[in-house]
């Protein structure tokens, strides 16, 4: 994910050139919607509070009234698709193994405690250590919407994760979501009617687009637009260097990207805007003051907390998740 916020940095001259070439060309089909609640995602099932990605900490997200897991996704070497960020396992369980060469039954446990990527210094703990199948997932919370990840371009990964989605019916509440655009535009092609997420190379023309007052005459098939809160990133986990240029970069991004008009020009073709990852108030705060849809969290107790606070935040009709029946 932190690429992203670099990238969006220091291609913006590149995106300005693609933009004009996008702009020509011939009007792609419409791409699916959005249709449910999705002001509130905890990031990798709500890591701050239990150990990330386990079927523990989705349980205490959805307990907080979190609308939308966001989660990952790897294939294990048997072929089944597991909820995991990590190739090599060495962060996630003191084990350098790599996921790909293991078979599932023979993944270790995850490490207790855990530090929390977004709250370097901060951990969570659980009473689950054990690494979750999507369709765990898909089974223990048949209706609450899942950010899907996919974290390697992978044809049998995507293949088995639309084959998961269409089988436990939940095509209109299951996402695609990866910042290379190879890998969304594969993901698209398998199962076209599931909602996506915009690219990292996407979100660049549409920047671009918007500075050129193209945007409104532009189609945009994807249903999110997730971005970083520029302001957090000299006290997280993105790797730039502390000091003169992460100054520099946060100023850049903040300059260029935190734009209301950009955002209600999008979410006037039916994109939501999603900011990540938020762990404090002032950063809720300043990420509903530019008018976004949703807000990515490692806290699903502090963002519960905080809506509850300012019910302002809150939009009518979108409280809790969205329901396991």
């Given at each position: 994910?932190?690429g992203?916020a670099l990238?969006?940095g220091?291609?913006?001259g590149?995106g300005?050139?693609a933009a ?9 089909p419409?791409?699916?919607r959005?249709?449910?609640p999705?002001?509130f995602?905890a990031h990798?099932?709500g890591?701050g509070e239990?150990?990330e ?6 349980e205490?997200s959805v307990?907080r009234g979190a ?10 070497r048997?072929?089944v698709?597991v ?6 396992l060495a962060?996630?369980?003191?084990v350098?193994r790599?996921l790909?060469?293991t078979d599932?039954?023979?993944l ?19 009473s689950?250590h054990?690494?979750a199948?999507l369709e765990?997932v898909f089974?223990?919370f048949?209706?609450v919407?899942?950010?899907i990840e996919?974290?390697e371009?992978?044809?049998?990964l ?6 998961l ?5 939940r095509?209109?509440i299951s ?8 890998v969304?535009?594969?993901?698209r092609?398998?199962?076209?009617a599931m ?6 190379r996407r979100a660049l023309?549409l920047?671009a ?5 193209l ?5 945009v098939p994807?249903?999110?637009?997730q971005v970083p ?7 997280t ?12 970069m946060?100023?850049m991004?903040?300059?260029?990207l ?5 955002f209600?020009q999008?979410q ?7 900011m990540?990852?938020l ?8 990420a509903?003051g ?5 807000v990515?969290t490692?806290?699903p ?12 935040h809150e939009?009518?009709g979108?409280?809790g998740?969205g329901?396991?029946g």
């Open positions: 994910m932190a992203l990238g969006l220091l291609g913006l590149l300005l050139g004009v070439v996008w702009a020509h060309r011939p009007p792609a419409p791409g699916a959005a249709r449910f999705c002001r995602f990798r099932g890591c239990r150990i990605n386990t079927l523990e900490a989705f205490q307990a609308q939308v897991l966001e989660l990952d996704v790897r294939r294990s048997d072929g698709v909820v995991c960020h990590d190739r090599d962060r996630e369980t003191g350098a790599d790909r060469a599932y039954a023979d270790p446990p995850y490490k207790d405690p855990l530090e929390v990527t977004f709250s370097p210094g901060s951990f969570a703990s659980g689950d054990h690494i199948r765990d089974q223990r048949p209706g919407p899942v950010n996919v974290k371009d992978d044809d049998e995507i293949s088995k994760v639309a084959e989605v269409r089988r436990y019916d095509l209109d996402v695609w979501a990866a910042f290379d655009h190879r969304l535009r594969k993901c092609q398998e199962e076209p909602p996506s997420i915009v690219s990292m023309v920047v687009l918007f500075y050129l007052g945007l409104p005459r532009t189609h994807e249903a999110f637009l809160l520029p302001s957090i990133i000299n006290r986990y993105f790797p730039v260097r502390k000091g003169c240029l992460g100054a520099l946060a100023k991004l903040q300059k260029v935190m734009r209301k008009e950009l209600k999008l006037d073709k039916g994109v939501k805007v999603i990540w990852v762990n404090e108030d002032k950063d809720f705060a300043e509903f530019y008018g976004v849809d949703g990515m490692d806290y107790t502090r963002l519960r907390r905080y809506l509850d606070q300012h019910p302002a939009r009518p979108e409280v998740a329901g396991q």
